[in-house]
């Protein structure tokens, strides 16, 4: 039996109940959208804002996304490229290069990646050193200050030691990588790695490649904060900018590396589904 015809005006009440739905739909996917992209600095682009918004329970193709986007006059931030701070040490006794550009880990604290980079303020010239852990990319220390003082590499070096020990990590074995940099070179930093039974590894003179993955970060942190923010009028404000940014980066912001997961969340799901590992290494 043939289906009954469609009048005209059914085939018009239908077509416009379809356009309300999708306007309607492309509204709440454009709200979602919006709020993905301020709430991470401003900095998705169109693949991270589509991860959030899965990982959120709102389904929407990553086609229309970056149809929205574009429309909504949103994009993504490009990466800063700049120079190295960190002035080189004497020749004398200088520690081997145990990375040799292998920035691999098959654990947390395995490997650390040390180096400083600057921002120019209203005040003057600030100076901020992070020390990455290459397995979960989570910045484990970090300090900032207004000098290339020594203490401003130790300060972020002890930061990151007495939050993996108050966790009960045992840092034993563990290899701490910088640049050939005078601050890195310094008595007091490489006592404090020895105390800790950690081990030294410094990259080659004046090659950037030799200390990549923190350098990366350094970029990454210049363009989605200092960029992205400033300007600054001074230390002060952003030191406060600096602990926002770096909660955000190691607790929310999706990494294309770690499977579009947080760096913690990527930690703490390693530690349950390797739970041998995970007693080791705090034991």
């Known amino acids: ?13 239908r077509a416009t109940r379809m356009a309300v739905e999708a306007r309607r739909d492309s509204a709440y996917a454009t709200g979602a959208i919006k ?4 709430d991470n600095y401003g900095v998705y682009g169109a ?7 899965n990982r959120d329970g709102v389904d929407v193709a990553r086609c229309t ?16 490229r700049s120079p190295r701070t960190t002035r080189p040490a004497a020749e004398t006794g200088r520690p081997a290069d145990l990375v040799d550009r292998d920035f ?10 040390a180096d400083i980079t600057y921002v ?7 100076y901020a050193a992070f020390v990455l852990d290459v397995f ?35 840092l034993a074995g563990l290899v701490h990588h910088s640049n050939c940099g005078v601050q890195y070179r310094a008595v007091r930093h490489t006592q404090r790695l020895a105390e800790a039974d950690a081990v030294t590894s410094v990259g080659g003179k004046g090659d950037s490649y030799d200390n990549a993955m923190v350098e990366a970060f350094n970029s990454l942190c210049k363009a989605e904060l200092v960029h992205n923010k400033g300007p600054w009028r001074g230390i002060d404000d952003l030191e406060i900018a600096t602990v926002e940014y ?13 499977g579009h997961l947080p760096p913690a969340e990527y930690e703490a799901l390693h530690a349950m589904t390797h739970p041998v590992t995970a007693t080791l290494e705090t034991n």
């Open 246 to 258: 770096i909660d955000w980066y190691n607790n929310r912001r999706l990494h294309g590396e770690l």
């Open 104 to 113: 691999t880990a098959t654990r947390v604290n395995e490997l650390w990646v």
């Open 120 to 126: 120019r303020t209203a005040a003057g010239w600030v």
């Open 47 to 53: 693949r991270k804002v589509w991860r959030q918004l």
């Open 1 to 13: 039996m043939a289906p009954p015809k469609k009048y005209p005006d059914e085939l018009r009440e």
């Open 136 to 170: 979960s990319r989570v910045i484990v220390g970090w300090q900032v200050a207004t000098s290339l003082y020594t203490d401003l590499a130790l300060d972020a070096l002890q930061m990151a030691i007495r939050r993996r020990q108050a966790a009960g990590a045992d």
């Open 35 to 38: 709020r993905v992209h301020e």
């Open 65 to 80: 996304a970056e149809r929205l986007m574009r429309k909504n006059g949103l994009r993504g931030l490009p990466r800063d």
